[in-house]
């Protein structure tokens, strides 16, 4: 009976787990960290914790979702729903507000996607890798912990790369919203287009929204303006022209 | 009604991986090209065609909202089935390309900020 109700529910499971997490999460940032580090990146370190217990306890390779009863999370988190949660939130995005960000924007945009892909691609080629779509996939996770999987699941990289990919990315996150306070000063983070640059070359979502949050809140949307482009931008340039670039130089 | 908004959103990644597919197969990539960042932008396009034509109703906006807000949870569910044991092979590896590129940006916004300021002054 229990085995038939964990795999019609899989789904609902899946859903009360991760928000279970995430509820623990924000109750470990509060409590733990003051809030310096954001929930959500909390919960993204859980859940790789939880993945790599899966890996140990079942022997598979999708994690947490090998055991029966969190099945539901290989739908929850697969590609269909990820990549229709990513689209969604393009919908936040003011073309007009987008604008005022002007050229100094873009071009944080643009350097905030070559730049981490190329010292992404460097590192692993200094690591031994040699096949484009791995350099690709570990450089895009140097982007954002989004841009890594997407970029690897359009590639067809390997799991290990992509875990990998997806931890750089997390750490990424997790430095910039522990180190931007700490360096607010040294980079003239005070200001609505300062934020912008910042949001544009940082990057990730969850880590200028944390490191902002958590310098001048006034400051959030304006960074995350530029970071909501970010993984868009990335996702839109890492599987095709710096792969494709990539590719010829391999 | 919010099914409104969901079914543009499912209509524009459709659509926008469809379009990502087929650039992959134009350009000679085992891969798909930017799909999501297309469907973002369908999703853009269609929003202001909303806004002006004066569709875009509270309802519509939830039924697109709601995933937004499911963003990071999803993210969550994905980050609990990657194959993380085979990953920590490579430890050293991430931690070096994540300090490295943090260290890359953070220098450059000073210098960014400091450009634009004085174009602007």
Redesign the interface.
């Known amino acids: 009976m229990a085995a038939k109700l964990l795999a019609e529910q899989s789904l609902l499971i899946?859903?009360a787990l991760?928000?279970a997490?995430?509820g623990a999460s924000a109750l470990v940032s509060r409590m733990l960290f003051r809030g310096r580090i954001h929930a959500?990146a909390i919960?993204?370190l859980a859940?790789?914790?939880?993945?790599?217990w899966?890996?140990?306890v079942t022997g598979g390779?999708?994690?947490?979702?090998d055991l029966p009863a969190?099945a539901g999370?290989?739908l929850?988190?697969?590609s269909m729903?990820?990549?229709?949660?990513?689209?969604?939130?393009?919908?936040?995005?003011d073309?007009g507000e987008a604008r005022k960000a002007g050229l100094?924007g873009a071009?944080?945009l643009l350097?905030?996607t070559v730049?981490?892909f190329a010292?992404?691609v460097a590192?692993?080629w200094s690591?031994g890798y040699r096949d484009a779509v791995s350099l690709a996939t570990?450089g895009a996770?140097?982007v954002t912990?989004?841009v890594g999987?997407?970029t690897g699941?359009?590639?067809?990289a390997s799991?290990?790369v992509?875990?990998?990919s997806?931890?750089?990315g997390?750490?990424?996150a997790v430095?910039?919203m522990v180190?931007t306070p700490v360096?607010a000063r040294?980079?003239?983070?005070d200001n609505p287009?300062?934020a912008m640059?910042?949001g544009g070359?940082?990057?990730t979502v969850?880590g200028v929204a944390g490191g902002l949050a958590a310098t001048d809140q006034r400051l959030v949307p304006y960074g995350a303006l530029t970071a909501t482009f970010h993984t868009?931008?990335g996702?839109?340039?890492c599987?095709?022209i710096l792969?494709?670039a990539l590719?010829r130089l391999v | 009604m919010a099914i409104y908004g969901t079914a543009l959103?499912?209509l524009?990644?459709i659509i926008?991986?469809a379009l990502?597919e087929a650039?992959?197969l134009a350009?000679h990539?085992?891969?798909?090209?930017?799909?999501?960042?297309?469907?973002?932008?369908l999703?853009?396009a269609a929003?202001?065609w909303l806004a002006r034509t004066g569709r875009l109703t509270p309802q519509l906006?939830l039924g697109?909202?709601f995933?937004?807000a499911?963003?990071?949870?999803?993210?969550?569910?994905?980050?609990?089935?990657?194959?993380?044991?085979?990953?920590?092979?490579?430890g050293?590896?991430?931690?070096?390309?994540?300090?490295?590129?943090?260290g890359?940006?953070?220098s450059?916004?000073?210098m960014?900020?400091?450009?634009?300021?004085a174009a602007?002054d």
Do not use: H
């Not at chain 1, 040294?186 to 983070?189: E, Q, S, Y």
């Not at chain 2, 990539?29 to 932008?41: C, D, P, T």
């Open positions: 899946a859903f991760v928000g997490l995430m959500s919960a993204i859940a790789l914790a939880l993945a790599w899966g890996g140990v390779k999708k994690g947490l979702a969190f999370l290989a929850l988190g697969g729903l990820r990549d229709f949660a990513i689209v969604s939130t393009a919908f936040e995005v073309v100094l071009v944080a350097l905030g730049l981490p010292v992404g590192v692993a690591f570990l996770g140097a912990y989004i999987p997407v699941a359009a590639l067809g799991s290990p992509m875990a990998l997806i931890a750089t997390v750490l990424k430095l910039v180190m360096c040294a980079m003239g983070l287009r300062s640059i910042f070359l940082a990057g969850s868009g931008l996702c839109l340039l599987p095709s792969f494709l590719s | 959103l499912a524009c990644t926008g991986v990502g650039l992959g350009l990539v085992k891969a798909n090209v930017g799909g999501v960042g297309l469907a973002m932008m999703l853009m929003r202001s906006r697109v909202e995933w937004a499911l963003y990071i949870p999803i993210v969550v569910a994905m980050a609990a089935q990657q194959n993380v044991l085979a990953a920590l092979d490579g050293p590896m991430v931690a070096i390309a994540a300090v490295l590129t943090v890359l940006c953070f450059l916004v000073g960014l900020g400091r450009l634009g300021g602007s």
